[in-house]
């Protein structure tokens, strides 16, 4: 079993940065890959980005150059600093860990175990 705690959504304006933060507690962070997904009112759950056990590292296609993800196994935690913040970014952002090899690299909601309760993300134009 893995907790995992989002926070350091806000409210911005557009262009702004916000750093989210997911810290997880239980079994070994290390062990699994984790990632980002966000949710807009009204729409699907959408992938964001993913950090495999190792070094590989996946984008949607609409944050790439903007949000980069990173984990410190450390520290149990991942990241998801978010730069040139846009309106359409604003959503329920939610982290979520996978048990897999370490080239496991998880990019559909179902193939990830366990999930955060989620932060807002507000971006005003």
């Known amino acids: 079993q893995v907790q995992l705690v989002e926070s350091g959504g806000g409210l911005v304006q557009a262009g702004d940065s916000l750093r989210l933060s997911c810290a997880a507690s239980g079994r070994t962070f290390s062990y699994y890959a984790t990632g980002w997904f966000r949710q807009a009112p009204g729409k699907e759950r959408e992938f964001v980005a993913a950090v495999t056990r190792g070094v590989y590292i996946y984008y949607e296609e609409s944050v790439k150059g903007r949000f980069t993800i990173s984990r410190d196994n450390a520290k149990n935690t991942v990241y998801l600093q978010m730069n040139s913040l846009k309106p359409e970014d604003t959503a329920v952002y939610y982290c979520?860990?996978?048990?897999?090899?370490?080239?496991?690299?998880?990019?559909?909601?179902?193939?990830?175990?366990?999930w955060g309760q989620g932060t807002q993300v507000t971006v005003s134009s």
């Open positions: 979520a860990v996978a048990r897999g090899s370490p080239r496991f690299m998880p990019r559909v909601r179902d193939e990830y175990d366990y």
